[in-house]
């Protein structure tokens, strides 16, 4: 099949395999080995999309990660994934892209009505406009402004792929595969450290892979790149990862890459994940990361054809394609000469070279002699002309004044450009090092190391390939010895040729063009140009933070690789200040952009966050049981009959429960084992009630505050032996608690003997209330009297269920008889089937939050995160009986004294009694004195929980009312949307006000 | 000041952009000044410009030690909301919302607040019954607020996924119309071109070192990079560094600081109708006006002044964003970036006088300050100029933290049972 631009032979792309890709739906021919850019360009085809802001035909401008304009959308399954660059695309049979940013297509897109209107939107223009009138905004410009930006669309199908994980550790991680980064690997790797190499390019090798000027060790630099990757990959301490991108440098040397697994094939494993995240923690890195070619800015300098040199010589070297027939190589340094020489030699028309330097080096000039090149020193280009495509260069003569004269027109169909390199300093400046400037190479370099890293090669303007190497094997042995103290006679690879030479510009060019009408491209995707970053400047932004934000500059995807060091110069020269002085903006991660489904993972469905289910999980679940969120756990809710709903269900739950007895899971609840000599003392300080008289075998309520003197969790306390404590904490509350207690033993007693361990999932707990509650266990226990006297309310013992050891606590949250069953979690489902199959034939239920949340509000019980939420005290709960008045100190002792929380009209625990006991109040609703309150009314309280209670057959409510505790017998309202709801202010125990029911 | 209008950018046109004047001067600082705020934030740069417009006092400098709206003003999800439970509370971010529905035009520069709607999501019993009573209170005290049932939060959000197996499904919503975004630098820049033109002198690049109080301890002065400047009064508005700088003059604050991180996809063509948050699982995500999905995380657990976080929590919060937005998994993180947020131990800002005759401070705002910026600026103007707060931060006294009148926002999402 045709592909015009394809030489003849030559480049690492396969010529027997021939592949099919679609781009806007025409067909087009390429080889495996292709990238999608140098496929399209194989094909003559360089305009690929549109600019951000004035939608200019845009071309391929790189053939790397840092390439802005050449975004497209890849077509998969059904679903599209924008904004993926097309130099970094693989090609594969059957690859479908499509442009982006333009209606109705790339040739003709109705947006570039901005271009012409371009005088009208220079940087910042929407920050003066569009202010009137003020509806406009949000119904008008906006949502204009909205449809225009943005690059591809997004996409709108969830995703299917699936993404994976890895953690690794190394010696030694070398990011980047270029001439130093090989080197550097395998100086690491003869040491014998372990070492992870990573390249975001399908192929290891960096620039060796488009060299043709030079050898190491006398071979071609692909075959010594070769034979290098097969050495490492034999190794057993290297781990090789290509397509794999370093791309963000956190602390303590974790480093995070980015290995894209399935994108490159046609039909990718179904089994495979589509990207694979590493968490790298390594003793040292070593950043190989190159240097970028940098643009020239001078007018039209946009244009499809318009080219980094480096990038036209990779392309014809490494994937055989010819950017063009006729070919203006313009430029400030060597390296983009030696472009216009390889293209020579492939039978291109190199119709000159323009350097900007009055005298580049004799030798070259002579080589382009030989050739028959045209050659142009002291010389500029000021413009191009072509729509689509580009087809000629104004030229311009650099006078010793410092002004620009005509040096006429040529014709061309492709112009490489380089105005110098740019090391690339990102990883070094994510490591959070500070980047120094270096006048003599007019660049940023890393300077002090402040973690475990060091930068070799042209990541540091070390440039030439045998300096290159050098440098690499050094780092690569300096690392290996710093990170493991091994060591290794290593023999270096000389190389012949690659020179780097010299030369270099930045900012902009100077022109005879009418400065005001042409634009000069600095940053490309978002359109920002010369005199934007001068306009800036001028409207008073002179760091360049301001002008980064102000005028877009450095923010496209790129981040600024490609634009920075011009935008940096020209706000330098406008300001008349050294670049130092200006700054440079601070690198982030991610060094290229980043698939949030490799951040997420495997965090989908129930892999989101983990499952914590009980014992009972599996009978709730075959029983129809309806289960709640809480924190991390499946609770049961409620366990509805055939035909009930949830009202039904905890109504008949609670009634069942008072009448009879209920079955509970109350396994969820925080337990801790505090154990040691000091352990009752540890207790006293942490909670409010005194615990050094309890004596073992009994249990008392705990109330723990925080500091500020306000209730933070609360739960039952037993008391094993002299040592050992048995707490509980609430469900949500359990890791808060020992995270705190923890804080306290370690940093303010730790002359306290005390041991804390987490026991809540050691423990499965069975919570059995009711009247019948002690008959219905008494045929499992054994080794423990349960009558009344032996075993009173607040007892806690030893002894055995169905033969397992179990610690059985008389204790309740209903107000009735009841015990909780602690048993290892190993004998859990036999504990919750023994006793659900039994309660069962005995007319009573299991019951589940909501059941349990009723009961204890006609109890009038608190739920800590409930009834409380951070703001109120014991004594606003009417706890004070709590507070163990005798003690010296215990958490929040200091807080409570404080002068607003003893004062009047603090907000109480209080019970509301609908007027009309069918209402029942919302929970979280508003309390006010006043029937219709004025909007603006401060609100008395609010209603904290609120039920329908069986046993008092009409509805209930607990809240916290401004002085309520003296306010009991007074009406009050619930204003809500439809009319006030009239309410009196009760006490907080709705049922069994004697506790008789408790003592039995 | 040159006013800002289509016309005038047209007229511009004309001349190639070549008589823009600057937004604000780079001036010297005097030797004293009636007022100096330290910290060029949002909300100092507000401070500034309230003290010149509404009180007449212009003799004020803002002293800045990095370039003006550079600290979390700068880096922050550009969230707008005042559905806060608290009437103290409720009462500031009200005043905010009320400020921001003009601010465009009273700066006469664009700072495209967006009433896009602000979607609080709920997933479990106790965030509906925290929904509800926000709900209930924000009703009672004038603030919109509204629930909506899963079905009308997906009409409201079409990309949200309101499917019921998904580990913590959306129960629920809370939406508060007019809440938004606005865009954040030009909030600084509208202020700063503001006061600069009331005659503040807005100094950037001038770290403070000290503050000098005379003998019977009322301030002096405060001793910069570019020497001493003479002051009557001292606004500190310095954000996670509020401590350090209030530290010089001897008053210490319950502050603590923390790095929060926030991303930004690629840009893609409108995807994102609204604003949507979710405490309980931590995200927060909007589109910006240029497409780029801008997504919030929660803090990191450790005190630090470092301007970066772990990748831990970056991975967390973008779990959570494709759980709810599954579809945007494919898209790109283009950048990751941190902020230092200063914290009370109630989670409510601190506007205050000090025990320091002549100092003021403004901090505390932890993660949700620049929703507050307009409010802020205005009543701590009010504050500094009258020596006595405006009735609406009355209650945000450095004082609460001993007498114990907290206004604890953090109250309302106390974990439960």
């Known amino acids: ?1000 | 000041m040159k006013r800002y209008s289509f016309l005038e950018l047209a007229k511009n046109a004309f001349s190639a952009h070549q008589n823009w004047g600057r937004q604000w001067r780079s001036p010297e600082p005097k030797a004293e000044y009636d007022v100096v705020i330290v910290g060029a934030g949002g909300h100092g740069l507000a401070t500034a410009y309230y003290l010149a417009s509404e009180h007449g006092i212009r003799n004020v400098a803002v002293i800045e030690k990095g370039w003006l709206g550079g600290g979390n003003t700068g880096r922050n999800t550009t969230i707008v909301r005042s559905n806060y439970l608290w009437e103290e509370s409720a009462a500031l971010y009200n005043h905010a919302i009320g400020l921001w529905q003009n601010l465009s035009q009273e700066l006469n520069y664009n700072v495209m607040y967006s009433a896009r709607g602000v979607l609080m999501l709920a997933h479990t019993v106790h965030d509906v019954q925290s929904a509800q009573r926000h709900i209930h209170a924000n009703r009672l005290a004038g603030v919109q607020n509204e629930w909506l049932t899963p079905e009308q939060a997906k009409d409201y959000c079409p990309p949200l996924n309101i499917e019921k197996n998904i580990r913590y499904p959306v129960m629920g919503a809370a939406l508060q119309r007019v809440g938004g975004t606005a865009r954040h630098d030009a909030v600084a820049w509208g202020y700063a071109r503001g006061a600069d033109a009331l005659g503040v002198d807005i100094i950037q690049n001038c770290a403070v070192t000290g503050i000098r109080r005379n003998q019977n301890g009322s301030i002096e002065g405060v001793e910069t990079a570019k020497g001493y400047i003479k002051a009557k009064k001292v606004g500190v508005v310095a954000a996670g560094h509020t401590s350090v700088v209030m530290d010089m003059a001897g008053v210490r604050l319950p502050l603590e600081s923390f790095p929060l991180q926030a991303l930004v996809s690629e840009p893609v063509k409108p995807a994102f109708p609204c604003v949507v948050m979710s405490n309980t699982i931590h995200a927060y995500i909007s589109q910006s006006d240029k497409g780029e999905l801008v997504i919030g995380a929660g803090t990191d657990q450790f005190v630090s002044y470092s301007q970066a976080g772990g990748i831990h929590i970056t991975n967390h919060t973008i779990d959570a964003i494709c759980e709810l937005f599954p579809q945007f998994r494919r898209m790109r993180m283009l950048r990751n970036w941190g902020g230092i947020v200063d914290t009370t131990p109630d989670r409510s800002p601190i506007l205050s006088k000090t025990p320091v005759p002549g100092l003021f401070v403004n901090c505390g705002w932890g993660t949700g300050g620049f929703k507050a910026t307009p409010g802020s600026g205005h009543v701590f103007a009010h504050t500094i100029a009258k020596d006595e707060p405006h009735p609406i931060n009355a209650p945000f006294t450095i004082d609460r933290f001993r007498t114990g009148r907290l206004i604890d926002e953090a109250a309302a999402a106390a974990v439960a049972h």
Not at chain 1, 211 to 218: F, L, M, P, Q, V
Not at chain 1, 911 to 928: F, H, M, N, S, V
Not at chain 1, 963 to 987: C, D, F, K, W
């Open chain 1, 1 to 1000: 099949m045709s592909q015009p631009f394809r030489t003849e032979k030559g480049g690492r792309i396969d010529r027997g395999e021939e592949l099919t890709f679609t781009f806007d739906g025409e067909e087009f021919h390429g080889h495996k080995g292709d990238t999608l850019a140098s496929a399209l360009l194989a094909n003559g085809v360089h305009l690929v999309g549109r600019s951000f802001k004035y939608h200019r035909p845009r071309g391929i401008l790189s053939s790397g990660s840092e390439e802005p304009n050449a975004l497209v959308g890849i077509y998969r399954n059904g679903d599209q994934t924008p904004n993926l660059r097309a130099t970094q695309i693989e090609l594969y049979d059957g690859l479908e892209a499509i442009s982006q940013n333009r209606f109705p297509s790339l040739g003709f897109d109705v947006g570039a009505v901005n271009d012409l209107l371009s005088p009208l939107f220079p940087a910042g223009f929407y920050y003066k406009t569009f202010m009137w009138p003020k509806s406009f905004w949000d119904r008008v410009y906006e949502p204009i402004i909205r449809s225009a930006a943005g690059l591809g669309k997004p996409p709108r199908t969830p995703d299917q792929d699936t993404y994976a994980n890895q953690f690794a550790h190394c010696d030694v991680l070398v990011a980047g595969s270029g001439p130093s980064g090989l080197a550097a690997a395998l100086a690491a790797a003869e040491t014998g450290a372990r070492v992870i190499l990573c390249d975001e390019q399908a192929e290891c090798g960096g620039s060796l892979l488009s060299e043709s000027n030079a050898s190491i060790d006398g071979k071609d630099p692909a075959n010594w790149v070769h034979e290098t990757v097969a050495r490492l990959s034999s190794m057993e301490n290297v781990t090789l990862l290509p397509r794999t991108t370093a791309f963000g440098y956190f602390a303590h040397n974790f480093v995070a890459l980015a290995e894209r697994v399935t994108d490159h094939l046609a039909e990718p494993d179904s089994k495979l994940p589509r990207e694979r995240l590493w968490q790298v923690r390594a003793k040292e890195v070593v950043i190989a990361a190159g240097a970028i070619e940098r643009p020239m800015v001078f007018p039209e300098n946009d244009r499809p054809g318009i080219m980094l040199a480096d990038a036209g010589r990779t392309y014809l070297n490494r994937y055989g394609v010819k950017v063009g027939h006729k070919v203006l190589v313009a430029t400030a340094c060597d390296t983009a000469w030696q472009a216009a020489f390889d293209l020579a030699d492939h039978g291109v028309e190199v119709v000159a070279i323009v350097d900007v330097r009055e005298t580049p080096p004799d030798n070259l000039i002579a080589i382009a002699e030989a050739r028959g090149i045209r050659v142009e020193a002291g010389c500029v280009v000021t413009g191009t002309l072509g729509r689509k495509r580009i087809k000629s260069a104004l030229l311009g003569r650099l006078m010793t004044s410092g002004q620009v004269a005509s040096g006429g027109q040529i014709d061309c169909d492709a112009l490489l450009m380089s105005g110098g390199w740019t090391p690339t300093v990102s990883l070094y400046s994510q490591s959070r090092g500070k980047v120094v400037w270096a006048p003599e190479k007019g660049a940023f370099l890393p300077g002090i190391s402040v973690q475990k890293e060091r930068s070799t090669g042209a990541s540091k303007a070390v440039y030439g390939l045998q300096a290159c190497l050098e440098d690499g094997y050094a780092a690569g042995e300096a690392a290996a010895t710093a990170a493991s103290g091994k060591t290794a006679t290593i023999t270096y690879s000389s190389a012949y040729g690659g020179e780097a030479g010299s030369g270099g510009i930045l900012g902009a060019l100077p022109h005879d063009r009418n400065a005001s009408r042409v634009k000069a491209f600095v940053d490309y995707q978002n359109d920002v140009t010369a005199k934007d970053v001068k306009l800036a400047v001028r409207e008073g932004m002179h760091s360049i933070e301001h002008i980064k934000r102000y005028t877009t500059t450095g923010m496209a995807t790129d981040q600024g690789r490609l634009s920075n060091m011009n935008a940096l110069e020209i706000a330098s020269g406008t300001l008349d200040k050294p670049v130092t002085d200006v700054g440079l903006t601070t690198f982030r991660q991610p060094y290229t952009p980043t698939t949030f489904g490799l951040f997420a993972g495997i965090s989908r469905g129930d892999f989101f966050d983990a499952v914590r289910k009980t014992a009972s999980h599996e009978w709730v679940v075959q029983h129809g049981g309806v289960f709640e969120d809480v924190s991390q756990w499946k609770r049961a809710w409620y366990f509805p009959k055939p035909g009930e709903d949830m009202h039904a269900a905890v109504e008949r739950e609670c009634r069942t429960v008072r009448e009879s007895v209920g079955l509970f899971d109350a396994s969820t609840l925080g337990k801790i084992e505090v154990v040691g000599p000091d352990a009752a003392e540890f207790l006293e300080r942490m909670y409010t009630n005194p615990w050094k008289k309890l004596a073992p075998g009994r249990c008392r309520y705990g109330l723990l505050l925080n500091d500020a003197g306000f209730i933070v969790d609360d739960g039952v306390i037993g008391r094993l032996a002299e040592d050992r404590f048995h707490v509980t904490t609430t469900t949500g509350g359990a890791p808060n608690v020992l995270a705190t207690m923890e804080d306290y033993l370690q940093t303010e007693w730790s002359d306290l003997n005390v041991w804390l361990t987490s026991t809540t999932e050691q423990y499965s707990v069975a919570a059995v209330q009711g009247p019948k509650a002690r008959e219905f266990i008494a045929p499992f226990i054994e080794g423990i009297d349960l009558s009344a006297d032996a075993f009173p309310h607040m007892s806690v013992k030893e002894g055995t269920f169905c033969g397992v050891p179990c610690r059985l606590f008389r204790i309740s949250f209903t107000g009735e008889l009841g015990f909780e069953i602690n048993v290892s979690r190993r004998y859990g489902e036999m504990m919750w089937e023994t006793l659900a199959t039994e309660i069962e034939k005995r007319g009573g239920t299991p019951y589940g939050t909501e059941t349990m949340h009723v009961l204890r509000a006609e109890k009038g019980y608190i739920i800590v995160g409930q009834d409380t939420d951070g703001t109120v005290t014991p004594y606003d709960a009417g706890m004070g009986w709590a507070i163990g008045k005798k003690k010296f100190d215990f958490v929040g002792k200091r807080g409570l004294a404080r002068t607003d929380l003893v004062a009047d009209g603090r907000k109480q625990f209080v019970g509301l009694l609908t007027k009309d006991p069918k209402i029942r109040l919302e929970e979280g609703a508003q309390i006010t004195t006043s029937e219709n309150p004025a909007t603006g009314t401060a609100a008395e309280g609010h209603v904290t929980s609120s039920y329908y209670s069986a046993a008092l057959e009409r509805t209930i409510a607990l809240a916290i009312v401004k002085n309520g505790h003296a306010r009991e017998g007074q009406t009050l309202y619930v204003p809500m949307p439809e009319g006030s709801i009239p309410v009196e202010v009760t006490g907080t125990v709705f049922y069994d006000k004697e506790g008789a029911q408790l003592n039995v």
